[in-house]
Each structure stands twice: as C-alpha cells, then as structure tokens.
C-alpha cells in the first residue's frame, strides 16, 4: 500500500525572496553568469555597466552557442539540472541555479536574449510582475520589459550569442548609492574577475578576451610566474583519486625588499597581501577559491598571518570533484576530503616556513657572493624561557664603536643593552598587523645621501683603523646589512685619505 502523501510546491514569490539572500556578491555573481558563457563556448564576453540611478542596468554579451527556446526555458527555469548528472568536462556549472540565483541575489528584473542558428528567444523573471499575482505562480514572461527591447538589442545580426540583462538593481542601488559608488563597483569587479579568470585570459592565445565597458579586463597572476626575483616554486604535484587527479604547485613570492612599489601595489590582490596568502582551488583554470588554508593545520586550523603572507599554493580539481571538496551554489568554499588533508597540510606547511623565512629575512637570506654569509646587525637567541634579539656585536658598525670606545666602552654596552631589553616586539606587531604592512627598515624611503652618509662612516672606519684597501673595504661592505642591498652606492664611496 502506498503511503498518503501530499504535494507541497513552493510558493513562488517566498521561495524566490529567499533565494536572493544566497549571500553573492556582485562581483561574484557576475562571474556566476560568465561561468555559463564560457561552458557554452564563448571566446568574447562583454560586459557594460550603465548608470542611471534606480534604473541602472548591466549586460552580459557573449558570443557563445545560444540556446535554441527550449534550453532557453530549461536554463530559467529553478532547478532543472540534477547536480548529480555527469557533465561535460569543461563544464564549469553544476547546480543549474547559477544563472538565476546569481541575478536575483542582484536585482529583479532577469532577462535573457539569446540566438541559435539565427532563431532568437527572449525570456525574463520579473519579480514585481510576480508579486503582483494573485496566484502566486511561476511566471516566466516571454520579452524583454516594456522600454528594454533596446537593452538586449546586441544580438542584433548574430547567428550565435547569448546577452544577460539586469535591471531594478536593488541590492546594488540602494538610498544613498551615487555614481561614484557605481563606479567603484566597476574596479571592484574588475579587480575580481581578472583574479578569476586569469588563466583563461592569460597567454598570447587566451581562451577568453573580457571586455568591461568596452576596456579589455587584464589578467591578475596570483603566482608572479616567471618574476626573476621569486624565491621559490615546487613542481607540480599529482595525487590521483577516485573522481580524477588532484595537482598541486606551492610558489613563495619576492619580499616587498625584491619589489618596485608598483609591483608590490599590482600583485598585492584584490584583498591585499595578508589576505590572499594560501590556497587558489581552481576547476576547469577557472578560480573558485582565492587564498585561505582551507580549514588545515597541524594542531588546529591555521589563520592567515603576516609571516605567511608570501605563500600561496595552486590547487586543480577536477570537476567530477564537486560533492568530495563540498563547492557550494555560489563556488566560493571548498573542503578538502579527509584522505588528501595530510597531504596538503604536509606541502603546505613547509611552503608556510619557506614563506615565513623569506619574510624574516626581508627577502635576503642569501649569502654575499663566494658563499660568505652576510654579517646582519641582530640575531635571535633562543631560551628555554622563549626568544630574545640581541645586537650582534660582531657587525662591523657595533665592533668598530666597542673597540674606539676605551673607557666608555661599558657605558656602550650599556646603552646596548637597555635598546635589545626595550625593542618594542609587541608595538611592531601590531602596528604590522594592524597596517597590513612591515614597518621601514634598511633605509627604504630614504634618499640616497641618507645611505652614503651612513655608509661612508663605516667604510672610512675600516680603511683607517682596520687599514683595508679602498677595494677591500667595498666588499666588506657589500657583505654587512643593510648595505648589501645598495651596491651601486658603495661602488661610488671613496676614501677621506
């Protein structure tokens, strides 16, 4: 006997409300609507902002496959796709609600153009038009709203293509929302989707040409690949599984010390450096995951830190990988299964260290040339109570006072003293953590005449009273911190004799 059951449907405009509060942002879901066009073969998406306060519009134009009138209506409709059915290999979907979920979370009114074969269909969600009906159903108007026929007119003589439009943008323009703010809204997407799509966008044959207000979106590196002062790359690692194989590829980044200041402005990323240390999951080359360690850790999950913020891990899944890495609607989290997390929390920790030793060291942990360790002004005593910095008084500039000093030679030690028990470690940690930026040393910002003024003390110290050559003090002075990182100034310095 079968069991009573009933028929319980959703009601259309509760269950379209509650959709649009999935949490997307617009940059988010705008990279939601290009997924779809890339799975349908597009080479060229253009998308256009237009302000016109409350009735501000966006276009997504792309020059994809199309859909003939049923896909178009298989594509609006809620859940029309299992995300349990198998699905092309370079399908970048999976739900089947990113189209709609992804525009809803942004506005009211969705309209999708689209042209296969020359035959056009035109559908859209109107969710005032919704409201306004007494049945409650599910509606789906055929053409574009009253006065918008102009808005999706980008087809026009295509034989392929696809335009999404969005309008009643009510979740972008809200009271208070002026054009400046929409304009920024521009950079913030823009700054999103290169992120994104970059490897699709990279390389002299790109696999996908962005056009944002009709300016080409350039693509952003997280890796720096190919930068000459990058530290550190592992080679790609596989790991097969049950839904295909998992690679990974660990890179450690230049310290700022390696860097122009534009270099280290452009690869900071879009949440700047801290931020967008850790992992970058990707399906199909398109980014779902942008930084972030992914819930791992040796003893508990690891936060993302200044001194790590060098580090930064390319990881491929498959798409058959979904449900195991438990991507969400959005494509914005990801979990690591069970049997691969002591694998990647292995790779990730030495990267950590590699990044952390880099970041120390501000980027020069290098011995000088002919392997001679470089003699550094503060070294790390560790005891069993924790650490504790010491000025070495081994560095040229501490020896050269304490053997001039004679009588005053305690008094100096002294002095020394009181500055290693009072270097403020707590205050420079957070200013670092609070600023987001490692605070100035080693005579960054200073002009050169500050460095030669310095350096010129030092360098006459060891012709004087050590009685080197003009020669042999310039390679000494090439192997003390800071003055290795300014060889053209000390190639200029001359000898007072």
Known sequence: MKPKSRSAPPRAMAMLESLRGLGYSTD????????????????EVRLDFVWSGPNSRITILDDGRGMDDAELE????????????VRSAHDLGRFGMGLKTASFSQCRRLTVATVKGGAASCLRWDLD?????????????EGPAQGSKSFVAGLKGKKAG?????????????????SDDFHDLIDTVESHLAMVFHRLLQGPRAKLKLLLNGRAVAPW????????????????SNRA?????VTVQAHVLPHRDKLTAKEFEDNAGPAGWTAQQGFYVYRNERLLVAGGWLGLGSSRAWNREEAHRLARIRLDIPNTADADWKIDVRKSTARPPVSLRPWLTLLAENTRERARRVFAYRGTPAPAKGNIPIEQAWRVERVRAGMRYRIDEAHPSVAAVLESAGALAPLVKSMLRV????????????DTAENKETPRTSFEGEPNAAVIEVASVLFNDLIERKGLSVEEARKSMLR???????????????SKK
Do not use: C
Not at 33 to 43: E, F, L, M, W, Y
Not at 129 to 137: F, N, R, S
Not at 480 to 494: I, N, R, S
């Open 129 to 141: 038009e919704l409201a306004a009906d007494p049945d409650g159903g599910w509606l789906l108007f």
């Open 162 to 178: 696809t335009v999404v439009l969005w309008e009643t943008m009510d979740r972008v323009v809200t009271t208070g929302y002026t």
């Open 419 to 430: 500055i290693e028990e009072t270097v403020p470690v707590q205050r420079i940690w957070l």
């Open 28 to 43: 988010a879901a705008l990279a939601d609507i290009i997924d779809n066009s890339v799975s349908a073969g597009a080479t």
């Open 241 to 245: 599984t049950d839904y295909g194989t």
């Open 221 to 236: 590196d997280p890796f720096m690949s190919g930068h000459p002062a990058k530290p550190w790359s592992s080679p790609p």
């Open 480 to 494: 003390t911190e800071p003055f290795q990182k300014y060889p053209a100034l000390v190639a200029k310095l001359e």
């Open 74 to 85: 298989s594509a609006m409709r809620l859940g029309d796709k299992n995300p349990l059915d």
